[in-house]
């Protein structure tokens, strides 16, 4: 704040006392809400202790020899994008015929100022198990764009260039068809994002895009009187009027659906959350100040309406807490034991994909109730749940911000 005040070009310094008290106040109740969101989630079951053999089955590491293949294909926009595939050696084969069968495909979207390779580790894990999967860069949001934009080496991406990502993993699942015929089951595909790149498999899965309330939203948090500290919705507000009034970014090839800490709000509405086609399983950690779990995860989640979805909550996970490489990173980043976070979302991604793509029961052993307490106490408790209701929400915190309604 001194170096600010410092660089401050007048000599008296006006104070907004009133907007500053409600900025602290909220704080306050955002930080309380921060250390008891867990609890008041796990009080809503009331969930039970669950046995950790199937999670723990799991995590282990397939069978399945594979090869890594890095590719290109070229974009929407004409980029030419990096990629990498991971292909068995040998697709499943059925028990009734000895013809190989294509293997189904997931495809992994990083988040911003990230690469494919912070959701490598899935990849691995799910193509060990018999899954191809393919995993890209996007061109205006990944790390090397960023990097090379912030040096001054590469031109500004263009403002909300990221909402056009799913386009892009469409193109992808267009080039593995081709690549790879017969191999890889282009029709039965699922994905996997984080971030904005959980925005992206939201899009892909059906959920609508509602330009209308973004704007609207966008207008409250430019308001001077209003300060918004909820990083998600300041960057879906940069530039609101500047977007391709483009709605429906779904492809009917996707089947299943896993969001990590993804960015969801206010440009998917309740109603755009309820177009989703596919089952959704969504990962929300209670510490995450990019995509605050509240806005971002638990009240869209109150709008999906199919049976099947997953709502996975981890306590005091942050929003690099399931990203592999984030180097030397202070410990309130990334959040306690990353190791078993990331163990964990492989687990459950295995599960969920399993059960959607394959008809296996897998996710039914992994919670054989509506709500199921595993791994109760430090350093990473979890929970899951399939049903989570607005009235519930409303009890656990009955003031919701504009920008989160």
Known sequence: MIDVLAQYPLENLIINVPTLLRLAHRLTDQFELESDLFSRLAALGPPSKGSTTTLEVASQAGQQPYQRHGFTFVGRDGNTIQSVALIPRSSRTSASVSKPRPAPLIVLAPGLNTDFNALLYVGDHLASHGYAVAALDFPFTGANRVSAAIQGLATIPPPNAWYSQPLNVSRLIDALA???????????????????GGYTVLALGGAQLDWKNLERACAVVNDPNQVEFNPAVLWQCKDPSDVVKRADFSDPRIKAVVAVNPVSNPVFTAEAIQTLRTPVLIVSGTADVFAPPLSQQLIPYTSVGKATSVLA???KATHLSFLAATGKLPAWLIGPDPEQAQRDLKALSLAFFDQQLLGKDTMGGLMPSDAALYRAGQPLQFLLKRQLTPGQLRAIDPILSPATQ
């Not at 790879?180 to 699922?190: A, E, F, K, L, M």
């Open 178 to 196: 081709a690549r790879w015929p017969g191999q890889i089951d282009s029709r039965r595909v699922g994905v996997l994002g984080q971030s904005l």
């Open 313 to 315: 909550v981890f306590d």
